[in-house]
C-alpha cells in the first residue's frame, strides 16, 4: 500500500515576495519624495539665486569657512566680533565650498541645499512613522504633511539655516524612541547600591 506523498508548503517564498513587494513599495515612496523635493525647485527660476542667509556662502565660501573659525572678523567694516559665522563650519560651508570647487553653478547647488532639507525632514518622519508602527500608507502621508508645511514659506529662501532643526527632529525623535526601546547600557552604579542595601 503506497501512502500518498505529503504536500509541503513553503511560506518562506511568500514571505519573501511580500518583503520583495514591501521593498519595492518602499523605493517608490523615496523616490516619490526626492522627485517632490527637488525637481520642482530646480525648476523655480533657473539661473537665478534667492537671497538665502547670507551672500558670503555664494560669492567666496572658502575665505567664510576660514574666517569662520575666529571670534575676530576683520573683513567686515573696521573688524567685528562673529556671532553667527560658526553656524555656517558644518553643513552649509562645506556644501557650498564643495560645489565651488566642483564648478556647479550656484543657483543649482543652492537648490540641491533646499531639496535636500526638503528630503531630510521627509525621511526622517517617515523613519519615526515606521518606528511608531504607522502602516505603509500612513508614512508616507506624515512625511508629505510634514515636507509640505506652509512653516517653510517663511525662511526656505530667506534663511534656510533656520530649517536644519525642523530637518532633523524626525531622525532625533526616533533615534531617542530606538534608543528607550533598546534599553541603555550597564545599569547605574548608584542604583545597583540602592539595591544591595535595600537587599542586605
Known sequence: MTLPTPTIHEPAADGDALGAAGRRRS???LVLLAVLAYVPLLLT???QIAADTK??????PARLLSSARYMWNPNVGMGTVT???IGYLFPMGPWYWCFHVLGVPTWIAQRLWMGTLLFAAATG??????LLGISEWGQLAAALTYMLTPYLVD???RTSAILMPWAGLGWLVGFIVLAVRKGGGATPRCSRSSSRSSAG
Open 27 to 29: 523605493r517608490l515612496q
Open 45 to 47: 527660476h533657473p539661473g
Open 55 to 60: 551672500a558670503y556662502l555664494y560669492l567666496d
Open 83 to 85: 556671532h553667527q559665522n
Open 125 to 130: 518622519v517617515r523613519y519615526l512613522a515606521r
Open 155 to 157: 525662511y526656505l529662501a
